[in-house]
């Protein structure tokens, strides 16, 4: 089964996750998410995927960027959550691996195993 991975190379928990995947001999197929970022229908599925129901669970609440636009606010949409990180994919967690109709998130990098068939 194909492992589909949003990645950003210069984060050391992505590196540290997509190390794993490689000492098991699996080559996911990588996306470069700050250059390729997910429209809106990709980070519903991500969503589903991951088994969350609000899109703040995948931001990264750190970035100054997630402060500057106001997103903690709880008044803001589903959707307009959803196009913040869409436009700003610095704001989206990593890392992600996809297998099928599951995911999982790379935190701490030891999460991204059990993607992995028998885990």
């Given at each position: ?17 997509l190390?794993l ?8 197929k ?9 429209d ?6 991500i969503l589903?995927?991951l ?5 703040r ?7 100054k ?7 903690a606010?709880?008044?803001?949409s ?7 990180m ?25 999460n ?8």
């Amino acid at each position: 089964m194909e492992i589909i991975f949003y990645h950003n190379p210069r984060c050391s928990k992505s590196r540290a996750a997509l190390s794993l995947l490689r000492e098991r001999g699996i080559e996911p197929k990588i996306v470069q998410y700050l250059n390729t970022p997910p429209d809106l229908p990709e980070l519903e599925a991500i969503l589903a995927k991951l088994k969350l129901e609000d899109p703040r669970q995948l931001m990264r609440k750190q970035e100054k960027l997630y402060h500057e636009l106001g997103l903690a606010n709880p008044s803001l949409s589903r959707q307009t959550l959803l196009s913040a990180m869409a436009a700003h994919p610095i704001l989206i967690e990593r890392p992600i691996a996809i297998a099928g109709d599951r995911a999982v998130l790379g935190r701490p990098p030891e999460n991204i195993l059990k993607i992995l068939p028998n885990s």
